[in-house]
């Protein structure tokens, strides 16, 4: 398996630090407010990642957090003049929701940064006592990057006098422009802990590198962390400042591999609240189905910066019809699963840095020879099991395809209409049971007048929109 590694910047060759294990670590929301499509694109690059790992048949402890102590969390429920705990419980449910509509697995860990205070206090500890932080006369506590000498490797950054005044904390005490909080002195009763460096509350970098030591580093590994994904606009200066930290406070690196995936663009333009173009992810789940966005956001390289159109979504999602018709061709056939040369060669697609265009090539290419197969030798049953095979491979692998293929064509049709549908075709059968079958072709008639197609099969009559 290979990987882009963001800051070596060249593709590398995976060597796990433990035989067969990956330790996976990946920065999670800030709970303050709906997840948007960038928050999706994130979440299904490493849940894709975990996914091909674990076929790669990696035991992999996957674990992405919760930041649900922060300014902007502070800021939201003054707004709405609403408890805290309120806002962060509420905005937390509502990404685990959405991420699932979007076939996300949950990671094997999700701490949130409330339940690891005693790991930042021991973390900021070691930094003071080791020289790399120090405390102001006001109480907050800096990291000082004048300490570190491998400061800006990450990112590979030169620091200007412009950006350092951009980055300037409003603060004098300050040993360097570009020092940042590590404890932030503060005791106004909004979100506040007691410390042994005083009330306040921890700062944002802290929090990532305390939970990735409490959850999976080891003193004696080489890296906390065999890989360290995020999104791109985190390398600077959050990755920067996580890896500082563990650098210096500990006794290893932090990561032997960082991923960062691309923005997501809207027309263009990167999605951004200051431009009014962030595109919430619920509001897109009430138009589109949750595994059409899977497979649209998917589409594109992980490290590509991705263009969201609705044009492009609805040509995405005739791809993945191919998919259900080829699926509902063999629905209700029992599958014994077995291994192809097709899984063998999408897996490899895939371990190399989560090739998705060769990928999906391969499974266009994989569905046309299939449908080719079975239309000349329709009774070959070896062969409808390997299809059947490799279809549930993707599903297990992609997180593609895991809907009744009757179901997934009857998107779009509002419920009151699938009520009505139901009715008529149970009123169908029970004529057909009587042997009333003028009543029954008159059900008939009415389910299609409907606009949709009905199929009978040994597990009962399905429909799909026309």
Known sequence: ???????????????????????????GPTVYDDAHLGHAKSALVFDLLSRVLRAEGYEVTYVRNITDIDDKIIKKAQEQNKNIKEITDFYTTSYTLEMAKLGVKQPDIEPKATESLEAMFELIQKLIDKGHAYKTKSGDV???????????SLSHRVQDEDDKIQRVESSSEKK?????????????????????????????????SAMIEKHLAKEESK?????????????????????????????????AYWMHNGFVNINGEKMSKSLGNSFFLKDALQIYDGEILRFYLLSTHYRSNFN???????????????????????FGIKITFTRSAFQDELLRALGDDLNISTALALIDEMISYSNETLDNAPKNKEFKNEVLSNLAYIEEVLG????????YFQLGVDEATKQKIASLIEARSEAKKAKDFAAADTLRNEILSIGVNIMDTPEGTFWEKI
Request: a negative charge; one cysteine or more; hydrophobic letters at 35%.
């Open 1 to 27: 398996m290979f990987i882009y590694d963001s800051v070596q910047k060249t593709k590398r060759e995976f060597v796990p630090q433990e035989e067969g294990k990956v330790k996976l670590y990946v920065c």
């Open 142 to 152: 800096y990291f000082d990057t004048s300490s570190d000498n491998a400061y800006l």
């Open 176 to 208: 360097n422009s570009s020092d940042f909080a590590l404890w932030k002195s503060v005791n106004d009763g909004s979100l506040t802990f007691e410390s042994p460096f005083g009330y306040g509350r921890p700062g944002w970098h802290t929090e990532c």
């Open 223 to 255: 890296f906390a962390v065999d890989i360290h994904g995020g999104g791109a606009d985190l390398m600077f200066p959050h990755h920067e400042n996580e890896a500082a930290q563990t650098r210096c406070g500990t006794n290893h690196q932090l990561a």
């Open 308 to 330: 969201f159109s609705e044009e492009d979504l609805l040509l995405c999602k005739k791809r993945l019809d191919k998919f259900y018709r080829l699926k509902k061709r063999l």
């Open 400 to 407: 593609f395809g895991i809907k009744n293929p009757f179901e």
